[in-house]
Each structure stands twice: as structure tokens, then as C-alpha cells.
């Protein structure tokens, strides 16, 4: 049996994709195998994993017709043979020997997936955030939850890139990607799988680089209809906390301005470089401020751990004064 499956969905990534794929095939680390999901690619892409495959008898490859990487990766989870599988993108990279240290913590591990240390690192590939790990060790989901912030609430639940996922639990659970979601499925599966798992297994092991490119992703892009995303992003979140009996008290509050944080970050996207023109920015950001995000921007905004350049803006954003707030986030960025 193969210990681990590592699934690449694939679309357009001939300039990266031998590069992430030697950084699995490099490892010391041997029992796995490489399943690359060529998505449609219509690029050299296709031919590349093709290559690789018949390279490396560890590689194998799949194309299937363009239906996005939530698509590509339940086709690989069907396809895959591990009793772990861990998630890479096609451009970026696994760590050094980071695959022999995962495989010694995953042998004694009772816990569903295992979350590791991630960089994220610019174009140049040097690192300008570590994604560190707060519970370390064997620890309850409701422990994890009862002490998310925002910055773990990432690294736990945003994140698929930085975690070994049990294979068997998966399909058990029947834990698969919401094919109809190009922004934010990876969120919905953490989610879905935090909902039924006991617990989850932390560690300092150094694991992933995410490479945060300038490349016009869906993620700083503006998309008019992130109030109804947003909607569906934090009823899922809220489930979660009412499924384990945590959504009351002090943590009930928490999650209101975890979703306060968040709420903001979408309302910033208005200004990107495919931002509409001033009357459709300034009906986006209205349309947040008449909605139940008021509220939770609100109660983000009375927390002492909100940043003061966010605290300025969500004054702003309190009273109304769009264009102000507009103007300010311009700065911000061109910072």
C-alpha cells in the first residue's frame, strides 16, 4: 500500500510544474505517488505530465475536461491509494525532506490530518510569512475552536496546502470539494471535516512554500457577488461552532468579529486593478453596510487586537463615509 498520495491539480502550469514536481521526487522520503490531474490545460501542460509520468513510474496522470481544481481534486481522492494524502498546487513547492519527517509524526498520529508549518514566500522565493502552528500535538477540534483567532483560523481552516489528510476518514465522511465554488472551497472542506472530526494533530515541521505571485488570482480579484459568498462562507462557520456546541458566551462574540475581520478584507476588494467604476464601488461597499455585516464590522472594530489602520477604516465605514474610506484604501495599497 502507498503511504501517501500527493494530488496536483494542473491547469496551465507548464512554467511551474516540473519544479514542484522534482520537490516531491527529490525527498528522501520514497512511498507515495504523484497524481497530477492535467485540467484541461491548453498550454504545454498536458504533454509536461505526461512526461514526468513516464519519467518517474511514481507519477501518474490524469486529464480530464476543464471543471476547475475542486473538479480535479475529488477526481484524484477517487483515483488515489494512500492512507494520507496532502494537497499541492502546481506552482509551488514541498520542503526539503519535510515528507520523511510528516511520515515518522503520521505513523503515531490518531488524528484525522495533521497540520504543519508553511512559508509563504514572494516571486523570488523568499519567505515574507511563516504559517506556524499553535496546538501542538494530539488536540480536541473543540479545543482548537474555543481558541481560534484570526490568524490560526487560516492556518486550521483556509489553508489545504499545509496539512496530511487521513484518506480513509475523507471518504468515510464522504468529505469531498463543493465543485460549484471556484472561491473558497478549500475553507468549505476544512470545515466539513472539522464538523466530524474529535481531533487533529499539530506540528513545527516545516512543510510547504506558498508562493504569493502577481499573477491576477480570484483571491485579489473583485467579484460583485462576494456579500452572497461571504453569506455562504460564514454559515458554514457558524454550523461549525453550533455543531460542537460551541456557539454561546465568549465565543460566540469571537466568531462575530472573526467574521467582522473577514467582512472587511471583502470590502477592501473593491479596490483592485478589475474594480468597477466609483458609483458601483460605492453601491458594493453600501450593500455590506445594509446587510448583518454592519454589525459584525462593528464589533471587529471594538476588539483591541484590530490593527489601528484597520480600526480607522472600519470608523469610517461605521459612519458611512464611503467615499472617505475609498480614498484611504487607495493609499493603503499603493503603499
Not at 520523511?100 to 503515531?108: T, W, Y
Not at 456557539?247 to 478584507?265: F, P, R, T
Not at 461605521?318 to 474610506?325: C, M
Request: aromatic share 12%; hydrophobic share 40%; charged share 25%.
Amino acid at each position: 500500500m502507498i503511504y501517501l498520495s500527493v494530488i496536483i491539480p494542473v491547469y496551465n502550469a507548464e512554467k511551474y510544474l516540473e519544479d514542484c514536481v522534482n520537490s516531491i521526487l527529490n525527498q528522501q522520503f520514497s512511498d507515495y505517488e504523484i497524481l497530477l490531474i492535467d485540467d484541461g490545460s491548453t498550454d504545454g501542460s498536458a504533454a509536461l505530465c505526461d512526461r514526468l509520468s513516464m519519467e518517474n513510474e511514481a507519477v501518474k496522470t490524469y486529464h480530464v475536461p476543464n471543471g476547475g481544481p475542486s473538479k480535479a481534486r475529488n477526481y484524484a481522492l477517487k483515483k488515489a491509494s494512500g492512507v494520507f494524502v496532502q494537497f499541492v498546487d502546481s506552482d509551488d513547492l514541498v520542503e526539503e525532506n519535510a515528507l520523511s519527517a510528516m511520515f515518522e509524526k503520521a505513523k503515531v498520529s490518531k488524528s484525522c490530518a495533521i497540520t504543519a508549518i508553511a512559508d509563504v514566500v514572494n516571486q523570488n522565493n523568499e519567505a515574507i510569512q511563516t504559517l506556524t502552528v499553535p496546538d501542538q500535538g494530539e488536540t480536541t477540534i473543540q479545543s482548537v475552536l474555543k481558541n481560534l483567532t484570526v490568524e490560526s483560523k487560516a492556518v486550521y481552516l483556509h489553508y489545504l496546502w499545509n496539512k496530511w489528510y487521513r484518506l480513509d476518514f475523507l471518504k468515510q465522511n464522504n468529505i469531498y470539494f463543493r465543485e460549484d465554488v471556484r472561491l473558497g472551497e478549500d475553507f468549505l472542506f476544512n470545515c466539513e471535516m472539522f464538523m466530524v472530526a474529535e481531533t487533529i494533530e499539530g506540528t513545527d515541521i516545516p512543510l510547504y512554500r506558498y508562493f504569493k505571485r502577481s499573477n491576477g488570482s480570484l483571491s485579489s480579484s473583485f467579484n460583485p457577488y462576494e456579500l452572497q459568498r461571504r453569506r455562504m462562507m460564514d454559515s458554514i462557520f457558524l454550523k461549525l461552532y453550533q455543531e460542537k456546541n460551541l456557539y454561546n458566551g465568549a465565543d460566540k462574540k469571537k466568531i462575530e468579529q472573526m467574521i467582522g475581520s473577514i467582512a472587511l478584507a471583502s470590502i477592501r476588494s473593491v479596490v483592485s486593478k478589475n474594480a468597477p467604476k466609483l458609483e458601483a464601488q460605492l453601491n458594493y461597499i453600501d450593500s455590506f453596510l445594509a446587510s448583518e455585516y454592519y454589525d459584525f464590522l462593528d464589533k471587529y472594530r471594538k476588539i483591541g487586537t484590530a490593527s489601528k489602520a484597520d480600526k480607522i477604516e472600519l470608523f469610517l465605514l461605521k459612519n458611512r463615509w464611503k467615499f472617505a474610506f475609498l480614498m484611504l484604501e487607495r493609499v493603503r495599497k499603493s503603499n
